[in-house]
């Protein structure tokens, strides 16, 4: 049973950074490949003010404001990149924070790391201690899950889907471009920092080891299987993924399989992962649709013109678009070939005006 809980809260863990990670790369299409620096940040925050005698919610509120903060350093410059680049860039950030923190013993005690005093002051060997850290995991988990829903959902997240799908069109329109981005890689490190937070009160005990950059890549897995956009999806994924680690893990401990448990769970996954590229790319499920209040007006008044379908389907909406466009130029040009003509094939210059008239031969 305390295996299980053990398992569950592990779960909602990396739940939160893998809701940080759709949020930026599902929702904006930022490749961020050091997501577990911030998540590292965030844990390392927690840790040195927990033992300097600060509470667990300012410990929290504190690892999100620095991982939010060295997010945004971190993103002024790496933003100007490409997505290829950008991956690069992210990912020798995050192995830069690593080695600071590891070779840096004034910081966190190095390689031997630091102890963290849990957020419930419970033995750990209790299943109240368990229950209690899956309440607090979870309802942090159900926070930022709303709090991702009402940004994705908002005019501020269809902006961030236009600058996903096509920048330079959103900067065409107006839109700050490279200030979106930023912001957004801002709040997912700042989430991430959260779940670092409570990463470390979880396990008590934080030494850079924990950080590798496997980590980032178990967080895209999640995403990536459960579904790119659709935080439904995402949470789904962590859980498949969890499973797996847990279950190898098990199976390790009763040694119940003749192969190495860790190896065939990273060939299944890799497996799961070839098989949803082939044929689910965008993850097991879709992105989720945008949830406005234009569209339950439409529903109350019963979809004028099919432009309900249209808005759920942007292909279609384009479609829309173009024809009634050039609906609107064939009536123009039908109301030029109406205008008045002057009898020796002149054309009216201001008919309803002074009479003038023009040849077309002038």
């Known amino acids: 049973m305390i295996y299980l809980l053990d398992a569950l809260a592990y779960t909602g863990i990396f739940a939160i950074s893998a809701l940080a990670l759709n949020l930026q790369y599902g929702f904006t299409g930022l490749a961020n490949f050091g997501h577990v620096a911030f998540f ?5 925050t927690t840790a040195l003010a927990t033992t300097s005698g600060l509470p667990f919610p300012l410990s929290a509120f504190l690892s999100i404001a620095v991982a939010s903060f060295t997010g945004l350093i971190a993103s002024l410059p790496a933003l100007r990149l490409r997505e290829d680049y950008l991956a690069i860039a992210t990912i020798a950030f995050g192995e830069i924070l690593r080695m600071i923190f590891k070779n840096e013993e004034w ?11 849990p957020a419930i002051p419970l033995s750990g060997d209790t299943r109240e201690f368990y229950w209690l850290q899956l309440l607090l995991i979870f309802s942090v988990l159900f926070l930022c899950l709303l709090i991702i829903r009402i940004v994705s959902n908002s005019p501020y997240g269809r902006v961030l889907r236009a600058v ?9 329109y107006g839109k700050n471009v490279f200030g979106y981005k930023a912001q957004i890689f801002a709040l997912g490190s700042g989430l991430a920092g959260l779940s670092g937070a ?40 962590a859980l498949l993924v969890e499973f797996f680690e847990r279950g190898a893990r098990m199976a390790k401990d009763l040694r119940i399989m003749p192969m190495d448990p860790n190896n065939l769970r990273a060939i299944i996954i890799g497996v799961l992962i070839i098989l949803v590229l082939l044929y689910r790319p965008a993850g097991l499920l879709k992105e989720e649709r945008v949830k406005t209040p234009a569209l339950k007006a439409f529903k109350r008044t019963g979809d004028e013109g099919g432009l309900l379908r249209s808005l759920r389907k942007p292909r279609r909406l384009r479609e829309r678009i173009r024809m009634r466009l050039s609906k609107m130029k064939e009536r123009k040009e039908e109301e ?27």
């Not at 590292?40 to 390392?44: D, E, L």
């Not at 990463?199 to 459960?226: D, H, K, R």
């Not at 030029?336 to 002038?362: C, M, Y």
């Open 40 to 44: 590292m940040v965030g844990a390392y």
């Open 107 to 117: 910081i966190a005690h190095g390689v031997w790391g630091i102890g963290v005093p």
């Open 198 to 237: 409570l990463f470390a009160q979880y396990v008590q005990y934080v030494n850079p080891y924990m950080f590798e950059p496997t980590l980032t890549f178990s967080m895209w897995i999640m995403v990536i299987l459960g579904g790119v956009g659709n935080n439904v999806g995402v949470l789904f994924g």
């Open 336 to 362: 030029l070939k109406r205008k008045p003509s002057h009898p020796k094939g002149g054309v009216a210059l201001d008919p309803g005006g002074e009479g003038r008239w023009l040849r077309k031969d002038f």
């Open 164 to 172: 996903r799908d096509d920048a330079l069109a959103a900067e065409v």
